[in-house]
């Protein structure tokens, strides 16, 4: 039995499953704050408060969130779609010319989002080309919005 699975064939099949898109910001071990844009998130325990989410290991940032102790989950909400691809783009300094808020460990907060979550890291698990940050949740803020989704290669609301 050929249990080979192609990989655009898997991309496809899912994104048939609608997710929320977030914006994830950590400080590197230089202390420069650093983001990307995920569709990984999820809810793993209320008690004890634990969200997981993943990062790819190709990726430039991948060093600096695997090293971070903390980070904060940013949900975005509808009409947000121009800061989930900004986030999302490959450039050196993503925080050129924004306004952050200051979180736990000095986490740079953005300003605007329906959902924050700041986390300390309690474990890296190993997920084949990505990997799985699994944060004990120690803060939160929550400003009820329709969200921002992810269908099917495209945003909806």
């Known amino acids: 039995m050929n249990t080979a699975i192609d990989a655009n064939r898997l991309r496809d099949a899912l994104g048939a499953y609608a997710t929320g898109v ?9 202390g420069s704050p650093v983001a990307m844009t995920v569709n990984s998130f999820t809810t793993v325990s209320l008690e004890p408060p634990l969200v997981l989410w993943s990062v790819q290991r190709d990726i430039g940032p991948f060093d600096a969130f695997n090293t971070a102790d903390a980070y904060a989950v940013h949900v975005l909400h509808a009409g947000q779609e121009d800061v ?3 986030f999302a783009q490959d450039i050196r300094d993503k925080f050129e010319g ?3 808020d ?14 924050c979550f700041q986390c300390r890291v309690e474990q890296r698990l190993d997920g084949g080309d990505h990997v799985m940050l699994l944060g004990r949740v ?5 400003r009820p ?12 609301q």
Do not use: K
């Open 22 to 30: 977030a914006v994830v910001t950590a400080r590197a071990s230089d």
């Open 84 to 86: 989930a691809m900004y």
């Open 98 to 100: 924004l306004d952050l």
């Open 138 to 142: 120690l803060a939160l803020d929550h």
């Open 145 to 156: 919005a329709d969200p921002l989704i992810f269908h099917a290669g495209g945003f909806r």
């Open 102 to 115: 200051q979180g736990i460990d000095d986490l740079p907060l953005l300003r605007d989002y329906t959902a």
